[in-house]
Each structure stands twice: as structure tokens, then as C-alpha cells.
């Protein structure tokens, strides 16, 4: 069942939900697209064809990917995409994930539909940490457009307004009995009485933290974000897009009756948002009633939509299995914002707030993704003019992070291509601040490429920035280890992560709207003295860059 090479065929399939039909991107014609299965440690290969007529990258969400930024995959930030009719072969370089990660497409919005579960085991004679399961059982959560997701993109980029909200919340694709055609449409698990299932979790949806839960089943967390955590017991998540949970289901109930279990979004700021739940069916092989055709089942509780207490509950119980390792000196604290701005259109044509048009910014730049050449590429070669290195070590202005009512020039980001530089080896510690510039703050679920770091400390709040040493009052003894943390609406996040891993790394957050208005940022870490602190060579089939 493990495989070191991969064919991952792009093409459009029409699929239909929700009572209609559309033609979607797909990885080998499947919706949730494939499994792939690693030992800690193993080297892939996977060739990825595009039959589809629209561009495509891919990434390998959590690997980090050692010296290899060749392969990480965010369109114009490590490559050029691959067009129509090309192949481009990515080598995957597993090195210190443990459980599960996963992947998707990283170009526009494509990864709406173009995404799948890395499955990782231990290399024996490793073991795992916990109970090892009897089955294991994959959990995509996903949101779904009736419309094409192509059309959504370009008409709130052209609009300036913000996207339409997805048609529903899915659960491995299935909307789910609650929605409109889709009775036959519901994810169904069967279990056996007495046995364990590890559930490997991702939230795949384009905009929403989502909370999950089982009803009468409590689930045992074991795993965040590719490495484990110690044990917590839940009787309700909370995973932001990006982040996956490993969890422990005990079949420990009554076997003749039937439970659901329901997604349903997190939702801190006052936007429109999709409010609908995904409901998916437990049910005891044992049992020998009819299970679909009556729909009289137990549901689980979910915390309220604006839950931060809740939501926030769940995140800071996760702490990492293993003690002590937490950089405790640090080379350099990088303080950023991260909020939603406003532009001003001419005449105030445009569906924002007063005409305007929305944005997003990190230290007020709104990040510009270039499109003739990636960043990678520009560093590597030393082509001048794509990127420049000046992204501030700090905000602009101290202010009063989470005030209402900020002066208007606070709201208008500059847009530019503005990259960090660090040094191999360096101790990062970053902050990252929310705003409240306008709609009164969000929650924004950060996602570091190329890294695992530290969360070491999580507030509500202003930052202190003046405060002597804010450390005394972090957790430097197990904090988690993550790839992707949320900075709580008006509040903020410290990590830390030790600069060893040369290359281009992409930084943003997994709101895919907050991407594409520029909640972004590059880190580029320089290589070591040593032959192997730096980049590998580049691959030669890499897709070129112009046309
Ligand atoms: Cu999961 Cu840059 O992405
Ligand atoms: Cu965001």
C-alpha cells in the first residue's frame, strides 16, 4: 500500500450536487482526489499532468520540504504554473512529519476541489505514541460552489466586493441529507462495536474555520498539524482551513441506534458567511434496522457560530508530545499586522464598504503576487525588478491595534512585492497582530511553508509591544508545533520557528479571499556556509516561466 511514485492527472469532471451539475478539477477524475501513503522519512515522486485547461501548481501542505523549495508549489512564488498540456514532476521530501498532512492545488482558488490526505506512518522500528486503531478513516471538510469557482474568483476580484459564500459545508465531498438533493449524497461511516478508528482530519474549505463533532462520541485528539500532541479528550473540534487532526473514535455506543456528526463554520466577524451544517451518518454494522431511509438519529452539539471562547477552548488545549525543545533564545522578534483594508475606486464604483474595494495586508503591504516570474526563480538566478526586500520588521505606525474607528490612511495598504530576508539559522520569533480596520477584526488561520514552528504564546488584545519580556509570559515548555495557527479575531500569535531550511517560503493566511486580497508575505532564508544548509539544484523540467 505504499507507493514512491505517484501519476496525478488534472482534468475537469463533471460532478453534480445540490441538485445541479458543473464540470470541476479533478486529480485522476476523483473528488475528494487521492490518499497518499509515506513512512517518516520517504522521498516521493509525483508527475502531474495538466489535461484541464486552466493552470495549475501543487503543494504538499506541512511537508517542509528540506532545501527543497523546487517542489513546494505556490504559483509565482516557488514556480510558474504548469499550463495546459504539460507535466511538471515534484519531488516530496518527508523529513520530520509524523501523522497527517496533506495536499492541494496552489493557483487561484483551484484548491476548492483539487485536494487530498497524506497519510504518514512511522518507520519501524518507530511507534507510534498512542493505541494503534483498527481502521483508519479519512475526514476531508470541504465547502462547495453550485457555480463554477472560476466565475466566484473573477467576479470579486473585478468587483473589489467580497466572494460569494459557498453553496455548502462537505463532508469527503457530500453535502449531506440537510441540503437540497441531497439525501444519497451523505457521508456514511459504518463502524463494528468495540473497535477503534483514528480519523485523519483536514479542513479543506476555502473560507471557513469549521467546529466538527460526533454525537454521543467523544474523540480523543492525538495529532495537529503532522505532529503528535498529548492526548486531548473532545467532545467538539475546532480546525481552520489548513490545519489537519489525527483523532481516536471508540464504538462505544449503543450499535442500534444511529448518530450524525456535523460540521458547521466558526464564524468571529459580522460578514456574510455560510451558516449551513454538513451532516454525516454513524452507524453500527451490527445493527439491523434500515439506517438511511429514516432519518432519527442522535445529532451532536456544536458550539454557537460566534463561539470565540469556544473555538479558542479547543485550540489552546493542544500542546506538543514532546517537552523542551522550544528555542528559548531568540535572533530577531518580527512584529506584523494582519488586516482587511479598504482601496478607493474612482467614483466609488466599486461593492466594497462606500464604493471602495476590499483588501488585505500584512504590516500594511498588500502583497502582489508577481505573474511573468516566480520569486524563487528571481532569487536563484538574481533576476532584478520582481521582488523587493523591504518588508518591515515592524508596523509602520504603533497604534492601537483593536480600536474601532481607525483614521481612514491606516485603512489603504501599499501594494508591493516585498520579501523578508533572513539568515540561515537565525531564531525567528514572529507576532502577528490583528486588526480591527475594518469590520471590526476576523480570526485568520496563518500558514507558514517550508516550517513547523512554535506557538508560544496566543492573547486577546493588543500585543505589548513595549513590554520588556514578553516571553516571561509564553508557554516555552510544549507549546504546539503547527504549520498553520489561528490569530484570534483582535488578538495575536507569537511562533517561533529556528531558520534552517533554506529557500523561498510562502507565508499567508488560509482564508483563500484573505490571500487573494494580499494577506501575504515571503520569507527568504539564505543558504548556510556548509554544502548541506543549502538549496538543492534546481529540477530541469521545471515549467518555464514565459510564454
Ligand atoms: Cu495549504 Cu500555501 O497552503
Ligand atoms: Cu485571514
Redesign the pocket.
Known sequence: CIAHHYTFTVREVPYTKLCSTKAILTVNSQFPGPIIKVHKGDTIYVNVQNRASENITMHWHGVEQPRNPWSDGPEYITQCPIRPGSDFLYKVIFSIEDTTVWWHAHSSWTRATVHGLIFVYPRPPQILPFPKADHEVPIILGEWWKRDVREVVEEFVRTGGAPNVSDALTINGHPGFLYPCSKSDTFHLTVEKGKTYRIRMVNAAMNLPLFFAIANHSLTVVSADGHYIKPIKATYITISPGETLDMLLHADQDPERTYYMAARAYQSGNIDFNNSTTIGILSYTSSCKAKTSSFSGYYPTLPFYNDTSAAFGFFTKIKCLFSGQVPVQISRRIITT?S?NLRMCPQNSCEGPNGSRLA?SMNNISFVTPSHVDILKAYYYHIKGVYGTRFPEFPPLIFNFTAENQPLFLETPRLATEVKVIEFGQVVELVIQGTSLVGGG?????HLHGFSFYVVGVGFGNYNISEEDPSSRYNLYDPPYKNTMT?PRNGWIAIRFVADNPGVWFMH???D???TWG?NVVFIVKNGREPNQQILPPPDDLPPCYE
Open positions: 494582519v482587511i488585505a476576523l480570526d485568520h488561520p496563518m490569530v493566511c488560509h482564508l479571499r484573505h490571500q494577506m
